[in-house]
């Protein structure tokens, strides 16, 4: 792995990159509740503190009670967006609006092979992508980063949920994020995410686990039809950063009863509420 993909990939949080959207830079990186780091949040290494110890304080999200998603936005200054913020994710995708094909062109995959290297980060399994694969939304190129799972999903269609939701994590040359989102429902065992879910890590670290020998393809595990909702969203765990292009596809793909169940054994609820969609364009692709 280059170090400036190295870089790049310590700014998953937990699920997703933090790019410094607005600033334009990546700042220092603090830990967070011992999630490596995978699970960081920027800090201003630049201020003065009297107190050492104020460096070393590890805000955690959890997805209920006193650290759950409705006081995500109380737990950190840095995480106030996720209660402040007017563009946030998930939604409910009912209602969506066909866009031409000249205002929302189809996603162009070009998704290749990759080693399996696979993080439990506390919050979701992660798979750490290989260089080189990518996907095109209009003029602009992001390369994959890493798939994560979300059980329930957590986009809905007219507040119906699916068992199981994967992110397609993507970045772009000016930091800017695209996920593609897919729903995931209970039925055909799915072989493309075998070398995944008969690896995951039972505990948390901050280094992803190598399967060695093995490879996964992304490109195996997306839907035939690549119809898709876009809309202008955030990250769905803190800090939710907003400025995400998100494309979730409508049709879903199937896993077996067990194959979910390796997942939720870990992790059963690690879905953020939907959120309000304001004034937003809900489109789906013609």
Do not use: K
């Amino acid at each position: 792995m280059s170090s400036s993909r190295s870089a790049r990939l310590r700014y998953l949080v937990p699920a997703f990159a933090t790019a410094a959207f607005a600033a334009g830079a990546m700042p220092a990186m603090a830990h967070v509740g011992g999630h490596g780091d995978p699970s960081t949040v920027p800090v201003d290494d630049t201020m003065p503190t009297t107190d050492p110890a104020a460096e070393h304080e590890e805000p955690h999200f959890a997805y209920e009670g006193a650290s759950g998603p409705e006081n995500w936005g109380e737990l950190a200054d840095e995480w106030a967006t996720c209660g402040e913020g007017t563009e946030q994710s998930p939604i409910d995708l009912a209602g969506a609006v066909e866009a031409p094909d000249i205002e929302l062109p189809d996603i162009v995959f070009d998704y290749r092979p990759s080693a399996v290297s696979i993080l439990n980060n506390g919050h979701t399994i992660q798979a750490v992508y290989d260089e080189g694969s990518s996907i095109t939304l209009g003029d602009t190129a992001y390369q994959l980063l890493q798939f994560h799972f979300h059980a329930h999903s957590e986009h809905t269609i007219d507040g119906e949920t699916q068992p199981l939701e994967v992110h397609f994590v993507h970045q772009a040359q000016d930091d800017s994020l695209a996920v593609v989102g897919v729903l995931i429902d209970e039925g055909e065992a799915n072989p493309a995410f075998d070398a995944v879910l008969e690896n995951l890590p039972a505990e948390e670290s901050e280094e992803p686990v190598v399967v060695e020998g093995a490879t996964i393809d992304a490109a195996t595990m997306l839907p035939a039809d690549q119809t898709f909702f876009h809309y202008d969203g955030s990250l769905t765990t803190p800090p939710c950063s907003e400025g995400v292009s998100w494309q979730v596809m409508t049709t879903p793909i199937t896993m077996s009863a067990e194959q979910i169940a390796r997942f939720t054994v870990l992790y059963e609820n690690d879905a953020r509420p939907t959120q309000p969609v304001g004034d937003r364009e809900l489109e789906i692709s013609g």
